[in-house]
């Protein structure tokens, strides 16, 4: 196992590896930016580094202040959590270059996956079922229309170099579609700097199935079973649940060992979730394989008893995998709730602001992951995720009542400050939720409101989703303070000579 180790994110997955290291005897490195000088996970860690300002562009991505950090402080190794450079293969690679290892797996696995349009080719190969669409990407509006000609509307436009729900319109007519792929490749350049977009069948009354995997660098490959992430807002996901629920034991078998085989084929080592649709009649599409650790990770960690952490940080030092397939059992029901600094009645609007009251939940088999606390300053300048709310229980009615008893215990207030806890006990309640009948749509029907005198709709097909415009860059001014618990911060500055880094 490493000494130390850096952890390259902030917010509540910084403080989610950093108290899975101090575990297990790791000290941490913790990089921050201006704004997060005061957090959690800085107060906390045996030693910080302040890598830049505010903007993200220049803080958490900005590779070559990471690797400096790491290589000032005598790192190990680095976890990026999730978001932010934890699926940049480039990032991957010059930390390999400078002597660090990267918790994920290979640069050219994660290379190969990060590209939408690979990634399909790769699973088809291995013989993972696609939706109907386009294995390649189309560099004119003209083969788009071919492509959706041939598969029929609805149909999507997917950027190749998309993730995290970003690079994605979903596209009805023949009409819309010329707009819609100039729009999303116009998007997708400004957004991951690569155009390439392909197209496939949209599936509108689907869930939204994913598998967590783990693999070792010794061949060795396990499943920890299904997450339903149906309930999603413009492909974010706000509500997930394991197992995925109401569907047969068959399907959920099928989808497991599929994701296994696919994952091993390409070589893939460490925490992984591959993304399925399934249709009405239970047939799975591939969409995807996410080469991190998840944000929903606590819903399955909360049924196998398995700290996927660990395992992640077990795997990149070396250590074949410490479970067997046969060792994995799946107990009862667990439900996370994601709580966004967001405000619903706003189209789900960022509403950033100063804690003045915050009190999370309690009680038995209540997990709260969080790095707020009163007089936390919620910053505009990242995503806005404040806390994920997890619970267990035997059962799928007592796990989703649990879960609702503890967002109404959830007391988060500031000034201008709104969160989605009043939306997601809306969700919790609805009556295709609660019967495991709910699909992607789910979320845009309860936003929808219903026209006079119309009887309610289960389930209607959603809005086209639009392409979210690229982060504004700010560039607030950089300062190295001295920190306020006596340990020494470090300014982390560019080394000397041509290959102390390279820039993504």
Same mark, same amino acid.
């Given at each position: ?5 850096l952890i ?5 997955i910084a403080l989610?590896?950093?108290?899975a290291c &101090?575990e297990?005897?790791v ?11 005061d957090? @959690?996970? +800085?107060?906390l ?6 890598i830049?300002?505010a903007?993200?562009r220049?803080?958490?991505?900005n590779a070559a202040a ?9 790192a190990?190794a680095?976890h ?20 660090l ?7 050219q ?7 939408k349009?690979?990634a399909r080719a790769?699973?088809s *190969? ?5 939706p ?7 560099p ?29 319109t979903v596209?009805r007519?023949?009409a819309?579609?010329?707009r ?8 997708a350049?400004?957004?991951?700097? !690569? ?8 599936l509108?009354?689907?869930r939204? +199935?994913?598998v ?13 079973g ?11 996901k706000?509500?997930?649940e ?9 399907? @959920? ?8 085989r696919?994952?091993?084929? =390409? ?15 239970? *047939?799975?599409?591939f @969409? ?19 700290? @996927? ?12 995998? &410490? ?16 709580v966004?600094?967001?405000?619903p009645d706003?189209?789900f609007?960022?509403a950033?602001?100063?804690? !003045?009251?915050? *009190?999370?939940p309690?009680?038995?088999?209540t ?8 007089g936390?300053?919620v ?5 806005s995720?404040l806390a ?5 229980a ?9 879960l609702?008893?503890?967002?109404g ?7 201008? =400050?709104?969160t989605?806890?009043?939306f ?7 009556a295709?939720?609660r ?8 979320v ?5 409101p219903?026209a ?21 860059a700010t560039?607030p001014?950089?300062?190295a ?15 000397a000579?041509?290959n ?5």
């Amino acid at each position: 196992m490493f000494d130390k180790l850096l952890i390259a994110n902030r917010g509540e997955i910084a403080l989610r590896v950093l108290r899975a290291c &101090r575990e297990l005897g790791v000290r941490t490195v913790v990089v921050h930016s201006s704004a997060d000088a005061d957090s @959690l996970p +800085v107060r906390l860690a045996d030693e910080t580094v302040r890598i830049g300002p505010a903007s993200s562009r220049q803080s958490y991505l900005n590779a070559a202040a990471i690797v400096e950090a790491a290589r000032q402080t005598g790192a190990q190794a680095v976890h990026p959590g999730y978001g932010f450079l934890s699926e940049d293969a480039d990032f991957a690679e010059i930390c390999a270059e400078n002597g660090l290892t990267f918790v994920g797996p290979p640069p050219q696995v994660m290379a190969a996956l990060a590209d939408k349009s690979t990634a399909r080719a790769l699973m088809s *190969r291995a013989g993972l079922p696609l939706p109907p669409g386009s294995v390649r990407t189309l560099p004119t509006a003209a083969e788009a229309l071919e492509v959706a000609a041939e598969v029929g509307y609805p149909v999507i436009v997917k950027a190749a170099a998309g993730g995290g729900g970003r690079g994605m319109t979903v596209v009805r007519t023949a009409a819309e579609l010329p707009r819609a792929y100039a729009r999303t490749r116009a998007a997708a350049q400004v957004a991951f700097g !690569d155009d390439r977009v392909y197209v496939e069948r949209y599936l509108a009354d689907a869930r939204h +199935v994913e598998v967590q995997v783990l693999c070792d660098n010794h061949g060795n490959g396990i499943h920890l079973g299904t997450r339903d992430c149906s309930v999603q807002r413009r492909h974010q996901k706000l509500i997930e649940e394991a197992p995925a629920p109401a569907l047969r034991q068959a399907t @959920l078998d099928t989808l497991a060992e599929t994701a296994l085989r696919g994952a091993l084929s =390409v070589g893939f080592t460490g925490a992984g979730t591959v993304e399925f649709l399934v249709d009405e009649a239970e *047939r799975c599409h591939f @969409l995807e394989i996410n080469c991190r650790i998840q944000v929903e990770h606590p819903v399955t960690e909360l049924v196998t008893g398995i700290d @996927l952490v660990h395992e992640q940080l077990h795997v990149a030092a070396g250590t074949p995998l &410490r479970w067997r397939q046969e060792d994995v059992r799946l107990r009862g029901v667990a439900v996370e709730c994601r709580v966004n600094v967001e405000d619903p009645d706003r189209d789900f609007a960022p509403a950033p602001g100063r804690l !003045d009251r915050f *009190r999370p939940p309690g009680g038995p088999f209540t997990r709260v992951d969080t790095h707020g606390h009163v007089g936390y300053l919620v910053s505009p300048h990242y995503d806005s995720l404040l806390a994920k709310v997890a619970v267990w229980a035997p059962d799928r009615d007592g796990a989703l009542d649990r879960l609702d008893r503890a967002l109404g215990e959830f007391e988060v207030a500031g000034p201008g =400050v709104r969160t989605t806890i009043p939306f997601a006990r809306r969700v919790l309640r609805d009556a295709a939720f609660r019967a495991g009948r709910h699909t992607t749509a789910l979320v845009d029907r309860l936003l929808t409101p219903p026209a006079a005198g119309a009887p309610p709709a289960v389930d209607a097909p959603p809005a086209a989703a639009a392409v979210p415009a690229a982060e504004p860059a700010t560039v607030p001014d950089i300062r190295a303070d001295a920190d306020p618990a006596g340990r020494t911060p470090v300014t982390a500055v560019p080394a000397a000579g041509p290959n102390a880094w390279r820039n993504p």
